[in-house]
């Protein structure tokens, strides 16, 4: 029989390659969604750096790199950049946990908001050295700002639905 902690992380990382894989299929599905002149927010982002930042151990970089690398593909995005990008950056956040876990949650936005930046400013960078083709800048600005005015939400949804609690130094399972 399985200690309740390892059955707890188990379940955590069950959720969140469910809630990637639905965001993924929900992106390619033609609902007419992207029609608008607000981009939609990059859900899996959020998603994975406020779990990285709330329990790290229920996101494994193994899982990350196979989010991404299928987000990749199915968005027709150059393929292995966007995962290269998100695990570097997820995995700096999880080296940075135990001290964004004693700051207040306007200093957690705050790392993230400059990691989802960060992010955005590689890719560009990485495609434009490459002379690959490009979006916009304006275009792949507001996106970055609509995943970043969505991580909030995101927070609390994980939190409040799904009781993905931030976690502490003393608490057993920060390893």
Not at 68 to 73: E, G, K, W
Not at 108 to 132: H, P, Q, Y
Request: aromatic share 10%.
């Amino acid at each position: 029989m399985t200690d309740p902690l390892t059955a707890r992380i188990w379940l955590f990382r069950s959720y969140y390659l469910t809630l990637c894989l639905f965001v993924m299929i929900w992106k390619i599905l033609p609902l007419g969604i992207d029609d608008g002149a607000i981009p939609v927010p990059n859900l899996i982002m959020a998603l994975t750096f406020a779990w990285v930042l709330r329990q790290p151990n229920t996101v494994p970089l193994g899982a990350i790199a196979f989010i991404f690398l299928t987000n990749d593909f199915l968005t027709h995005a150059p393929v292995g950049l966007g995962a290269l990008i998100m695990v570097l950056a997820s995995e700096r956040l999880r080296r940075l946990q135990p001290e964004i876990s004693n700051m207040t949650f306007l200093g957690e936005f705050g790392m993230v908001t400059g990691t989802i930046a960060l992010c955005t400013l590689a890719e560009r960078v990485i495609l434009g050295v490459l002379l690959a083709e490009q979006a916009p800048f304006l275009q792949v600005a507001l996106h970055a700002i609509v995943t970043i005015a969505c991580y909030p939400v995101v927070v609390v949804i994980s939190k409040y639905l799904l009781g993905l609690d931030r976690l502490n130094a003393a608490d057993p399972d920060n390893v």
